[in-house]
């Protein structure tokens, strides 16, 4: 394979598999076969590290004076001002989790892990007002990122922040909540038109009894759990929920789905079904071995083929991480992270439902468009921004009890972009046209060509590159 050719496939290959690649590592991965870049991405993506914001025991201690407040009709002033501080510091906690998360993927060197990370994040699309249940999710996510799809649903569906989003908390024998049943179905694993209502009210009976306690550990609870005789899926049985999902994953049609999910989100918007079937026949065949189908995903020579290309809008988050990433940004006042992705519209631990964001060519609109376009000009020259944005999730109980309207903010984004550290990557030799076509994904067209011809300028040029509608393609 010749280096020019090699040198699009690993930029194409770390862009989606990651966020994006600096140039002289860029160069030295295009000098070696790409299987070894494949294989070096998944062998550093076994380096796991938690998040560790939120901590434990301080976080169940506030939770356990606001609930004991929390069953009182009225206050005083001074276990008004107590409540409002409790909120306080868990909304902030929140913050904490989600700005450490987004700083993880802007440094981190576990690319792959990172983004896979992000994926299951949308996919089990969870919110909790309880930070260290999402916290312990995102890890969940995380640990088992690449692992077994069959241990990571298990987990994730064992996570308190799950087991409450879904209301499994009230799912007890002979009252059954259908909520976790029916979303554990249609969004997390087999899709509609692949179950029945009778399968949901059957699976979740199964269910009943799993819960956890105020530690935040999952718990079974026999005395709720229902032990009658049920069928699912044409089976009989006395079926817990480990039997459910067992036989889910028994379905061909569960690898198909995932694999659907996988394909839209690293591959392209428009899914090319005998591609899909190629994945879910390895992921099925591999026992549902999420490395496994990475690997053939990313060694199939369609993942790198010319429609499949720079054709991907790209999320807030990938946009927000790629940036930073590339131009080596510091940010003073991190909290502006925060403004940016609810301003963008992908605030994450906070997804709009639990089917997660649309994604796709529902990341722009006409005012969203220019927003993303002025975002790369405003975070390399520290510009003035406007955050009209709702108030974040996590501040909505404190709002109400303050009753208090949102305030539009502005607010300097107080960033730092290390542009030594930057142009020092490039080769000495770099053109602007050369600058434009590492920058972009899409292949340049007339305007970027344009523009490159009438500058000479790197840093310049890389402004105003990165401020193209071509810059929001991966």
């Known amino acids: 394979m010749e280096k020019k050719e090699n040198f699009f496939k690993v930029k194409h290959l770390y862009n989606r598999a990651g966020f994006g690649i600096a140039y002289p590592e860029l160069e030295h991965l295009s000098r070696k076969n790409l299987h070894k870049s494949i294989k070096e991405l998944f062998s550093n993506a076994q380096k796991i590290t938690d998040l560790s914001t939120v901590d434990a025991s301080q976080t169940r201690q506030q939770l356990l004076i606001q609930a004991g407040l929390n069953g009182k009709k009225d206050f005083s002033p001074e276990e008004k001002e107590q409540r409002q ?16 998360w987004i700083q993880r993927m802007i440094s981190t060197d576990t690319p792959l892990l990172e983004k896979m990370t992000l994926f299951w994040h949308g996919h089990f699309a969870c919110r909790s007002g309880n930070p260290l249940f999402s916290q312990q999710l995102n890890n969940i996510q995380r640990k088992y990122a690449l692992g077994s799809f069959k241990t990571l649903l298990i987990e994730v569906s064992k996570s308190p922040a ?10 007890r024998k002979n009252h059954p909540n259908e909520n976790f049943a029916r979303e554990l179905m249609e969004l997390f694993t087999i899709g509609r038109g692949n179950y029945t209502e009778q399968d949901i009210r059957e699976s979740a009976r199964a269910f009943t009894g799993w819960t956890y306690n105020k530690d935040g550990d999952f718990e079974f609870k026999p005395y709720i759990h229902d032990t009658g005789s049920k069928i699912f899926f044409g089976k009989t049985g006395n079926f817990d929920g480990e039997a459910i999902i067992d036989i889910i994953l028994e379905k061909p049609a569960t690898a198909t789905f995932i694999c659907r999910k996988l394909y839209t ?51 807030p988050a990938e946009l927000l991480v790629g940036l930073s990433r590339e131009f080596f940004v510091t940010y003073n006042k991190p909290q502006v992270l925060i403004q940016l992705q609810s301003s963008l519209g992908q605030y994450l631990f906070n997804p709009p439902n639990v089917a997660g964001w649309p994604g796709g060519r529902s990341w722009i609109d006409s005012s969203s468009l220019m927003l993303r376009m002025k975002i790369p000009s405003l975070v390399l020259n520290d510009g003035l921004i406007d955050f009209n944005a709702k108030a974040d999730p996590e501040e909505e109980a404190l709002l109400a009890i303050n009753r208090k309207p949102k305030i539009q903010k502005k607010s300097y984004i107080n960033a730092e972009a290390n542009w030594e550290k930057f142009l020092n990557t490039l080769p000495k030799n770099c053109s602007t046209a050369d600058l434009a076509a590492f920058l972009l994904q899409p292949l340049p067209g007339s305007k970027i060509k344009s523009l490159t011809t009438n500058s000479s300028d790197l840093k310049k040029t890389a402004i105003e590159i990165t401020s193209t509608p071509e810059y929001q393609l991966c």
């Open 265 to 315: 989100f690293f591959v392209s918007d428009t899914p090319n079904e005998a591609h899909i079937q190629e994945l879910s026949s390895c992921f099925y065949d591999q026992q549902y071995d999420i490395a496994a189908v990475m690997k053939k995903m990313f060694e199939a020579e369609w993942f790198y083929s010319p429609e499949n290309t720079g054709n991907k809008i790209k999320s």
């Open 162 to 171: 799950m087991l409450q989003y879904l209301n499994n908390q009230q799912n």
């Open 85 to 100: 501080e409790i909120i306080r510091k868990i909304s902030q906690k929140g913050r904490d989790l989600n700005i450490e």
